[in-house]
């Protein structure tokens, strides 16, 4: 129920927010609502990761002459993405057990719809 509440925050932030409106619920409620939601579901590490590879996003371009805005920004992209699937997979909320893991004689586990290696 409370990762229900986190992703109904996340929505109703994501929708109603705007940042140039004067007023107190769409201008400082709603996207206190997002952030408070993002950071609930994906923790702190995983909540700067996200925003550090947004902004990246945001501020790359590959047609770029700029190192930093080109080649720089882009491979910090790759890289909060891979933070990402590691933390995922730390807290356990990203299994890759099917994704290449070896039953020990060189062949790799069978999945079926019921999980791996079952």
Same mark, same amino acid.
């Given at each position: 129920?409370?990762? *229900? #509440?986190?992703?109904?925050?996340?929505?109703?932030?994501?929708?109603?927010?705007?940042?140039?409106?004067?007023?107190?619920?769409?201008?400082?409620?709603?996207? *206190?609502?997002? !952030?408070?939601?993002?950071?609930?579901? *994906?923790?702190?590490?995983?909540?700067?990761? @996200?925003?550090?590879?947004?902004?990246?996003?945001?501020?790359?371009?590959?047609?770029?002459?700029? @190192? +930093?805005?080109?080649?720089? *920004?882009?491979?910090?992209? !790759?890289?909060?993405?891979?933070?990402?699937?590691?933390? +995922?997979?730390?807290?356990? #909320?990203?299994?890759?057990?099917?994704?290449?893991?070896?039953?020990?004689?060189?062949?790799?586990?069978?999945?079926?719809?019921?999980?791996?290696?079952?």
């Amino acid at each position: 129920m409370d990762k *229900f #509440l986190a992703i109904f925050a996340v929505a109703l932030g994501a929708v109603y927010s705007d940042f140039s409106s004067g007023d107190k619920v769409g201008g400082i409620l709603f996207p *206190f609502l997002f !952030v408070a939601g993002m950071a609930y579901l *994906f923790w702190f590490k995983g909540l700067v990761a @996200i925003i550090l590879g947004s902004a990246a996003a945001y501020h790359s371009d590959i047609t770029s002459t700029s @190192i +930093l805005q080109s080649i720089l *920004f882009p491979l910090f992209i !790759v890289i909060c993405f891979l933070y990402l699937l590691i933390w +995922l997979h730390a807290v356990g #909320l990203f299994d890759n057990d099917c994704l290449g893991s070896s039953d020990g004689d060189g062949g790799f586990m069978d999945c079926d719809g019921g999980g791996c290696g079952d």
